[in-house]
């Protein structure tokens, strides 16, 4: 009988309880343990781990979690911004303030337009409140992976963006091992895809610079495609450094 239900906040004893992960599946297999797919509250995660290893975190300590991501992302707002500050002053280029919630008074120079596509809602609008932190001008819109590439070209032409940033879930389907097969990914087939449509569009890398790929994509052929910056090397599951 199961303790956990679809909707729990629970963390990895395994892994020191350092994740918050919200229930979003339970797998029954008959004979063996259930296995319990869990989506990152604060991180882009997508996870598995039998019910054994999580432990339900009650309310009162939901504050604890969302404080330490919180320091993270302040942490590397005020770093980035810093970085940009020391690089515009050495252009002599335009600077304003930074927003008031950052301490420091670090000015900096204005960023290109942003447009965001996103197979997952809830990150999509954590993004979007890391790129009001920075005061970068974005779009945000929520499209599941397999239909950004049919997408991909009206919005070019809607947005007019400077930075492409097409994401969402990645990772090899179970049971598969192939690393360098495209059709063995959940999500590398589409962004592949999208990344040509919007190549078709704008071939110039430096007049539209891409972003694509998202935890565990075959990176390769995401570059191969005409991402300048694409994920995942080593399909490792992508997570904050500070």
Not at 24 to 48: C, H, M, N, Q
Not at 181 to 195: G, L, M, P, T, W
Not at 224 to 231: D, K, R, T, W
Request: hydrophobic share 35%; with cysteine; net charge neutral.
């Amino acid at each position: 009988m199961n303790y956990l239900r679809i909707g729990d906040l629970v963390a990895r004893k395994s892994y020191d309880y350092d994740i918050l992960f919200k229930v979003v599946d339970i797998v029954e297999r008959p004979g063996r343990p259930s296995t319990i797919i869990l989506k990152g509250v604060d991180l882009r995660i997508v996870a598995d781990a039998p019910e054994e290893d999580l432990q339900k975190i009650p309310l009162n300590k939901l504050d604890e979690f969302h404080h330490s991501y919180s320091k993270k992302i302040d942490k590397l707002v005020k770093r980035i911004l810093k970085e940009r500050n020391q690089k515009y002053e050495g252009y002599g280029g335009l600077t304003r303030t930074i927003p008031e919630h950052i301490r420091g008074g670090i000015p900096f120079g204005r960023s290109g337009k942003v447009l965001h596509l996103d197979g997952d809602g809830e990150y999509l609008d954590v993004c979007l409140k890391t790129y009001k932190q920075l005061e970068i001008e974005a779009i945000g819109k929520q499209i599941s992976e397999s239909d950004q590439p049919r997408a991909i070209t009206d919005l070019l032409r809607e947005y007019a963006p400077d930075i492409l940033v097409i994401t969402g879930h990645d990772g090899l389907l179970r049971g598969y091992k192939d690393f360098t097969n495209v059709q063995n990914y959940r999500s590398s087939k589409y962004f592949i895809e999208a990344v040509k449509e919007a190549r078709r569009y704008e071939p110039n890398m430096d007049d539209l610079v891409i972003f694509a790929g998202a935890c565990q994509s075959h990176y390769e052929a995401i570059l191969s495609a005409g991402a300048n910056f694409a994920s995942s090397p080593h399909r490792i599951l992508a997570e904050w450094r500070v």
